[in-house]
């Protein structure tokens, strides 16, 4: 049986300048931050005191065959450890952060070169402190390239002549060998296949974290710089955070240019007015819709396999079929960021009665029905006038039934897929035969109906009728 995965260490000071290079990809850094400064601190003083501080998980993504022969090398990504790394730029390295509101930050880290053992060196930066000449007000400047630690202590302790000079040496001393603690790092081989390495990164992570294969998507989209993935990325990011404040419009417009001149920008101004909380989807629910229209699959995994140049025939990895699943991706992406579709979408929700977020059933649901709603705008046998109205017979029988509640993936495969082969209607009409038949009616609905529960699909449907 071959070894899933390899483990070796690296040093602080390696790690971020394989990151720095590009050699390592760190998706995570182009999202919100969510370590408060006290945890960034925290990891700082477990690496001054030599304390562990847990595993990174990378992933190197399969080579791929390129066009005339040769391959290129599959890009190493980090998928667990994220949030120290981002700590450890931030706090080290000076590199700024993005809050919540994607507004770029720094978290300064101080660090008391006079410390005497009791509780903590480190603290997050306050006014007080900076104006202390007792504390050191960012470590970052210590980490820079070309930094004089003689000129730096001796300067030091001009501005503290009561401290101890060689304490404060030894203090400084032990404070940059933080940039040679080892990290220890576990590197998943690259012929691993997705489930794998969720299998693997649950094993592993102690706290149960599931990695889900929207992130793994995600992942795999910020880092493939040569599709332009990264826009792509935070397009899908901002327009997710955007469905829930409105207001994060302005915040986008100020301070992202690059994202303001991009073709993605148009396509989520509107929601800068947007108040209805009937659908605000997130990043899994924009990938899910796009891959399930476009390509006509329901497992995310798939997804990750195309955008990687998987060739499911012949078992390796091909550029074109990369390029091609990227730009199939991109267009998909823009189709349900339309405000036209999404809009008109909305409106099939609302004109069978799910006028509030309360009695929307499950995302599953109204993710499958919107990438039906796409679909059937494009087949020749469907009147556009007739589309919404499938779609909301489509939505309440799959909410009736709980056809997507659970483990809905491979239901949603499933029907995409005899969809694409039998056409809409032929398959509709089999499953309304088979789960709507009298029997539903008279005897399985009254059950359902009989509860005190408000969140089953049968209580939903009754309301919104």
Aim: with cysteine; charged share 25%.
């Amino acid at each position: 049986m071959k070894d899933s995965y390899s483990v070796t260490t690296y040093s602080v000071q390696n790690i971020l300048g394989l990151i720095d290079s590009g050699d390592i990809a760190i998706p995570e850094i182009q999202r919100p931050f969510v370590w408060d400064s006290t945890k960034v601190r925290d990891l700082i003083d477990s690496l001054y005191h030599g304390y562990p501080t847990g595993y990174l998980i990378t992933w190197k993504n399969p080579d791929v065959k390129i066009k005339g022969g040769g391959t290129a090398e599959g890009k190493t990504v980090l998928i667990d450890g994220q949030q120290r790394i981002t700590a450890l730029m931030a706090s080290l390295s000076g590199l700024p952060i993005l809050n919540d509101d994607y507004e770029s930050k720094r978290i300064k880290i101080a660090f008391d070169p006079q410390y005497d053992g009791e509780d903590t060196p480190f603290a997050v930066l306050t006014p007080v402190i900076d104006k202390n000449p007792k504390w050191i007000s960012d470590i970052s400047e210590l980490f820079k390239p070309g930094f004089n630690s003689w000129s730096f202590v001796n300067d030091y302790i001009a501005a503290n002549p009561d401290c101890d000079p060689s304490a404060v040496n030894a203090s400084i001393t032990d404070l940059l060998a933080i940039a040679t603690r080892q990290l220890g790092c576990i590197v998943i081989n690259a012929d691993c296949t997705i489930d794998e390495v969720t299998d693997i990164f649950i094993r592993i992570n102690s706290k149960g974290a599931v990695l889900s294969q929207a992130d793994f998507a995600m992942s795999k989209i910020a880092a493939d710089e040569v599709h332009g993935g990264s826009m792509l990325r935070k397009a899908i990011d901002y327009y997710c955070h955007l469905a829930v404040k409105p207001e994060f419009w302005a915040t986008v417009s100020q301070n992202d240019p690059e994202y303001m001149a991009s073709e993605y920008a148009p396509k989520a101004e509107w929601l800068k007015n947007d108040k209805d909380d009937i659908y605000d989807p997130d990043y899994n629910d924009v990938l899910r819709v796009a891959f399930m229209h476009e390509f006509g699959r329901g497992k995310l995994a798939d997804l990750v396999a195309l955008l990687s140049g998987r060739d499911f025939e012949t078992r390796d990895y091909k550029s074109e079929i990369a390029d091609e699943s990227f730009e199939r991706l991109h267009g998909s992406v823009l189709r349900f960021m339309s405000k036209d579709n999404f809009q008109d979408f909305v409106l099939a929700l609302r004109s069978a009665g799910f006028v509030s977020p309360s009695i929307i059933y499950s995302k599953g649901a109204v993710n499958f029905a919107y990438n039906l709603y796409l679909t059937l705008r494009k087949d020749p046998k469907i009147e556009s006038t007739e589309v919404k109205r499938w779609v909301q017979r489509w939505y309440v029988m799959s909410v009736l039934t709980g056809r997507y509640s659970g483990s809905s993936e491979s239901v949603m495969d499933r029907d995409i897929r005899r969809i694409s082969e039998q056409g809409f209607l032929k398959v509709y009409d089999e499953i309304v035969a088979a789960r709507l038949s009298d029997t539903f009616w008279h005897v399985e609905l009254p059950q359902r109906l009989d509860t005190t529960s408000t969140r089953t699909g049968a209580w939903l449907v009754y309301v919104a009728a």
